[in-house]
């Protein structure tokens, strides 16, 4: 399924953003959708997740309580609601998605750039 990530950009510590991610094909094997992001110098690191049956989402601990994840069905879109943010969240975040059956996130989005001042 091809996904496509945007709503990133250039925020001050404490601000907030909000991610989009759309998939534009047929979403019916999706277990679930899942967000990352990859900070300068550091490997990808899981963000967070939605279950795309039911809306039920884990976080990473250092996100949970500031970033919310969302789905709107009827468009095939999930989002990243992203507050209090600080300069370690700054990072290219991807969305990915997982099918049924499997235990890999195999479609990936580009990625979009999130930057946080101080």
């Known amino acids: 399924v091809p996904l496509q990530a945007s709503g990133g950009g250039l925020v001050q510590a404490g601000g907030s953003l909000r991610l989009s991610c759309a998939a534009s094909?047929?979403?019916?094997?999706?277990?679930?959708m899942g967000w990352f992001r990859q900070a300068p110098g550091k490997e990808r690191e899981f963000v967070g997740r939605i279950r795309w049956s039911d809306g039920s989402t884990d976080y990473a601990n250092s996100v949970k309580g500031r970033f919310t994840i969302s789905r709107d069905s009827a468009k095939n879109t999930v989002y990243l609601q992203m507050d209090s943010l600080q300069p370690e969240d700054t990072a290219v975040y991807y969305c990915?998605?997982?099918?049924?059956?499997?235990?890999?996130?195999?479609?990936w989005g580009q990625g979009t750039l999130v930057t946080v001042s101080s």
């Open positions: 094909g047929r979403t019916f094997s999706t277990n679930y």
């Open positions: 990915a998605a997982r099918t049924f059956g499997t235990t890999m996130y195999t479609d």
